[in-house]
């Protein structure tokens, strides 16, 4: 069982950064991929980016690559998203998710086992 907390949302205006940060907690410990999607009203469910436990690959949607960094420290069982640049189509609920741990990192909603309740993301034109 992995506990996902994700915390760092907020309101901003367009063209500056934010942080994410999500704190995870496990009953028994495994070694897991981390991803973060996000999710616009009316919209799906959208991969953002991913990275993985073992190899530290990063894997990133097209739409924020050279935007967005992912990161993690595993020893401190965190994962972040650094968040450049914001324009109003980043605008969202952002979630951060576990999943296995392969070489790279899944970009499938449907890899990930556990699920964080989001940080909204609100950008102001």
């Known amino acids: 069982q992995v506990q996902l907390v994700e915390s760092g949302g907020g309101l901003v205006q367009a063209g500056v950064s934010l942080r994410l940060s999500c704190a995870a907690s496990?009953?028994?410990?495994?070694?897991?991929?981390m991803g973060w999607f996000r999710q616009a009203p009316g919209k799906e469910r959208e991969f953002v980016a991913a990275i993985s436990w073992s190899s530290g690959t990063t894997n990133y949607a097209n739409s924020v690559k050279g935007r967005f960094t992912i990161s993690r420290d595993n020893a401190q069982n965190m994962v972040y998203l650094q968040m450049n640049s914001l324009n109003p189509e980043d605008a969202a609920v952002y979630y951060c998710?576990?999943?296995?741990?392969?070489?790279?990192?899944?970009?499938?909603?449907?890899?990930?086992?556990?699920w964080g309740q989001g940080t909204q993301v609100t950008v102001s034109s």
């Open positions: 496990y009953r028994t410990f495994r070694r897991y991929a």
């Open positions: 998710a576990a999943g296995p741990d392969l070489y790279t990192p899944p970009r499938v909603r449907g890899a990930y086992d556990y």
